[in-house]
């Protein structure tokens, strides 16, 4: 399983960016799949996920702000999963990851120790 975060950047309070992750090595129909972000100081916390059957859930903070996506390609063992976020905040500074987990709950996904997988993440900055 490869995931690799990309897109990130820096952006102003109220602008918007659109990260991407590249998936490969399992199947979207048969995983959740989304984002998570860790920002210096702080635990990882989950901001958006995406079921096998298209469903998708947000942390209370994200609602409204960003929206997850997935497309699955060509080939089912390689695809891509998208975040588009809009009206950023500083708050949302943090290097942002993708990784499987279970959807749902307050954060919107929950990583599982031992069971699911994260990638290398991309840098997020909001900052005038």
């Known amino acids: 399983v490869q995931l690799q975060a990309s897109g990130g950047g820096l952006v102003q309070p109220g602008g918007s960016l659109r990260l991407s992750c590249l998936v490969s090595?399992?199947?979207?129909?048969?995983?959740?799949i989304g984002w998570f972000r860790q920002a210096p100081g702080k635990e990882r916390e989950g901001v958006a996920c995406i079921a096998a059957d298209g469903g998708t859930s947000y942390a209370a903070s994200q609602e409204g702000r960003s929206t997850i996506s997935r497309d699955n390609g060509n080939h089912r063992l390689n695809h891509r999963l998208y975040l588009q976020m809009d009206n950023l905040e500083p708050e949302d500074t943090a290097v942002y990851y993708c990784g499987t987990g279970v959807c749902g709950g307050e954060t919107g996904i929950t990583f599982r120790n031992g069971r699911d997988y994260w990638g290398k993440g991309t840098q997020v900055t909001v900052s005038s």
């Open positions: 090595g399992f199947d979207p129909v048969r995983y959740a």
